[in-house]
T-cell receptor
Framework: AQSVTQLGSHVSVSEGALVLLRCNYS??????LFWYVQYPNQGLQLLLK??????LVKGINGFEAEFKKSETSFHLTKPSAHMSDAAEYFC????????????FGGGTRVLVKP | GAGVSQSPSNKVTEKGKDVELRCDPI?????LYWYRQSLGQGLEFLIY????????KSGLPSDRFSAERTGGSVSTLTIQRTQQEDSAVYLC?????????????FGAGTRLSVL
C-alpha cells in the first residue's frame, strides 16, 4: 500500500522568506506525485505534478518541487512567500495499479506573517 | 460549467437520516472520484468511476455508503442512516485521462454535519 507523509502539520513563514514543505512517499513502483493547495472553503487546486519526465517540476504561483528517488521525497518550495500563499498544502501519490485514486498526506497549513 | 460542481455546499442532517450528495463533473471527463475530508482521518478515497467499468468501491467505509453515476456524467453519493462520524467535507473530482498521471479537478465540496 502506498503512503504519504508530510512533516509538519503547520508551518509559519515571514513574507518574503523561503517556503519549504516536506513530503515523503512510500511506493513499490515509480510513482506519480502531486502537490495540491486548498484555500478556505474551496476544493483542491493542482500546483504541480511529477510524472517521471524531469526531476525538478515547476508549478503555478512560483512553486516548484524536486523528486529525489534515493530519498523518496518530493519537497515543495517557493523562494519568497507571499501573503496569498496562506493555505493548506497536500502532497499526494497516484496509485498506478488501481486506477488513478490519490493517496494524500496529512496536509501542511501555511501561515504567512507580514 | 467550467469546473466540477457539487451540491449542496452545506448539509445539516439529523442522526439516522439519509442524505444524497451530488456531483457534476467537467463535461467530457470519463473518470469521477469521491473523497472524504475529515479532521480525524484527513483526505481519504471513497469510490472511483471510470467510463462504463464497474466502480472501485474499495474506499467506502461501510455498507451505509453507496454511489452511482448515471449516463457517465452526474454522480450521487448516498449515505444511509447517517452517524455523527459521517460529518466531513465530501469532495468530488473528475479527470479526463485514464492513466495515473491524469490531473484530477476538484469541486468545492459538500460540508455534511450530522447532529
Amino acid at each position: 500500500a502506498q503512503s504519504v507523509t508530510q512533516l509538519g502539520s503547520h508551518v509559519s513563514v515571514s513574507e518574503g522568506a523561503l517556503v519549504l514543505l516536506r513530503c515523503n512517499y512510500s511506493s513499490s513502483v515509480p510513482p506519480y506525485l502531486f502537490w495540491y493547495v486548498q484555500y478556505p472553503n474551496q476544493g483542491l487546486q493542482l500546483l504541480l505534478k511529477y510524472t517521471s519526465a524531469a526531476t525538478l517540476v515547476k508549478g503555478i504561483n512560483g512553486f516548484e518541487a524536486e523528486f529525489k528517488k534515493s530519498e523518496t521525497s518530493f519537497h515543495l518550495t517557493k523562494p519568497s512567500a507571499h501573503m496569498s500563499d496562506a493555505a493548506e498544502y497536500f502532497c499526494a501519490v497516484s496509485d498506478r495499479a488501481a486506477g488513478n485514486k490519490l493517496t494524500f498526506g496529512g496536509g501542511t497549513r501555511v501561515l504567512v506573517k507580514p | 460549467g467550467a469546473g466540477v460542481s457539487q451540491s449542496p455546499s452545506n448539509k445539516v442532517t439529523e442522526k439516522g437520516k439519509d442524505v444524497e450528495l451530488r456531483c457534476d463533473p467537467i463535461s467530457g471527463h470519463t473518470a469521477l472520484y469521491w473523497y472524504r475530508q475529515s479532521l480525524g482521518q484527513g483526505l481519504e478515497f471513497l469510490i472511483y468511476f471510470q467510463g462504463n467499468s464497474a466502480p472501485d468501491k474499495s474506499g467506502l467505509p461501510s455498507d451505509r455508503f453507496s454511489a452511482e453515476r448515471t449516463g457517465g456524467s452526474v454522480s450521487t453519493l448516498t449515505i444511509q442512516r447517517t452517524q455523527q462520524e459521517d460529518s466531513a467535507v465530501y469532495l468530488c473530482a473528475s479527470s479526463a485521462g485514464t492513466g495515473a498521471s491524469g490531473i484530477q479537478y476538484f469541486g468545492a465540496g459538500t460540508r455534511l454535519s450530522v447532529l
